[in-house]
């Protein structure tokens, strides 16, 4: 309720992502003879991320993408710097507002009644009342960035950070990237945009606490054209149409999770769609041409869904999973949570053209990925030096499932 309530707050007073910074509101100048305060490849946890309100305008008509978005923090020890992840962002701007009163962490300590009213006298003191401009520094060697204030930040508050931002799409299929396709009718391709932010690439989208054990939900809107949709992690709650012929989708809050497993996609794709058992949605995503090669994977998603859910009795969290077939794309899947994206040839199946190899290769995979929306995106390694443990898991539960899918095909487990 509280999350819905912030969201709404947002909605109405957040800046749309394409809206353009006057000169005199950028603050990225930064006096030379500051240093950056952190030397650690691994962020500080004095600051504990719990709510990323995500603004973004990938322009599919050029090569970049403007961002805003707004992060709910805990301080968790007096600070005086924010650290946090950035690749090849140009950040326009960095502002930090107070939110909280002082915090009862204090009295989990259970300090004698004066020590705890100084604390909390000086803590009230040191609440930023109006938003504060940040001096930002860049380390590239870290990809991070450094949030300089004047006034320390005090354990037990909260407060809200906020970066307006620009990029350019990804080259690599790594961070957010741009497809084309052609169909059979089209002499000029079309694009779809997509993410891929496994294991370090959120920062390439927005700034954030890119580390796996850093978890937080997430408020999504995707600033798209009219002719195209988005999709994203979780359901969408409503579009409004916007200038210059855009509009924006607003997405439900997600379930908590880590920076790489957030994922939009704009498309003009067809979907085919079923229900699970217990009335999970599963939608598989492609080109209108190509849609009629979607029923043999939908078809498996939506038995590997029952099976795992049956198999690990705990039900698949999200209200929605959608799977979409992505052209030219490097990585074959993504397990991102609720939108799990394939490379077109591991996606796609034609009935009577293909063989049961083929069959067999969209069954592991598709079992492989939906792993992850238990082991790896609901139980999620500390950091990414344990990767193996959800790899080793959807690896062996790939095989598992395909023998439960298809009992005949005497898959090795
Ligand atoms: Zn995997």
């Known amino acids: 309720m509280l999350s819905t309530i912030l969201y709404l707050l947002w909605a109405l007073i957040t800046v749309r992502a394409d809206q353009k910074l006057q000169p005199d509101e950028v603050n990225t100048v930064t006096p030379p003879e500051e240093t950056f305060p952190w030397s650690q490849p691994r962020l500080p946890t004095s600051i504990k991320p719990e709510h990323y309100f995500l603004s973004v305008h990938p322009d599919v008509g050029s090569d970049s993408f403007t961002g805003q978005v707004r992060i709910l923090i805990t301080v968790v020890n007096d600070t005086s710097f924010i650290i946090l992840n950035s690749k090849d962002l140009v950040i326009q701007e960095a502002t930090l507002l107070g939110l909280s009163v002082p915090s009862l962490i204090y009295q989990e300590a259970r300090p004698v009644q004066s020590q705890m009213l100084h604390r909390a006298n000086v803590a009230q003191e040191k609440l930023v009342k109006q938003p504060m401009a940040l001096r930002v520094l860049e380390s590239e060697a870290t990809e991070q960035l450094a949030l300089l204030m004047d006034t320390p930040l005090v354990a037990g508050h909260k407060y809200q950070l906020s970066l307006s931002y620009s990029g350019k799409f990804s080259d690599s299929n790594s961070g957010i990237y741009k497809a084309s396709y052609r169909t059979p009718a089209d002499a000029a391709p079309r694009t779809i945009v997509a993410t891929h932010f496994e294991p370090s690439a959120a920062r390439k989208a927005f700034p954030c606490f890119d ?52 994922a939009f996609v704009i498309c003009d794709y067809a979907v085919n769609s079923a229900e699970t058992k217990r009335g999970v949605k599963v939608s598989v995503f492609a080109a209108n041409h190509l849609i009629n090669q979607t029923h043999y994977a939908l078809q498996s998603a939506v038995e590997i869904m029952d099976i795992y859910e049956q198999l690990f009795q705990i039900a698949y969290p999200l209200p929605k999973l959608d799977l979409v077939a992505v052209p030219d794309v490097e990585a074959v899947g993504t397990e991102s949570w609720g939108l799990v994206t394939f490379r077109e040839a591991s996606l796609l199946y034609q009935e009577q053209r293909e063989s049961r190899r083929s069959r067999l290769r969209v069954s592991l995979l598709t079992a492989h990925e939906l792993a992850h929306q238990w082991f790896g995106n609901l139980v999620t390694m500390h950091c990414w030096r344990d990767v193996w443990l959800k790899e080793g898991f959807a690896s062996y539960l790939e095989h598992i499932a395909v023998r439960h899918l298809k009992p005949d095909w005497c898959v090795v487990s």
């Open 211 to 262: 580390e796996p054990s850093m978890k937080a939900v997430f408020s999504l809107v995707v600033v798209r054209r009219s002719e195209h949709i988005s999709l994203s992690n979780m359901p969408k709650l409503h579009t409004e149409a916007i200038e210059d012929g855009l509009e924006q989708d607003y997405y439900q809050t997600s379930v908590r999770m880590s920076s790489y497993l957030v």
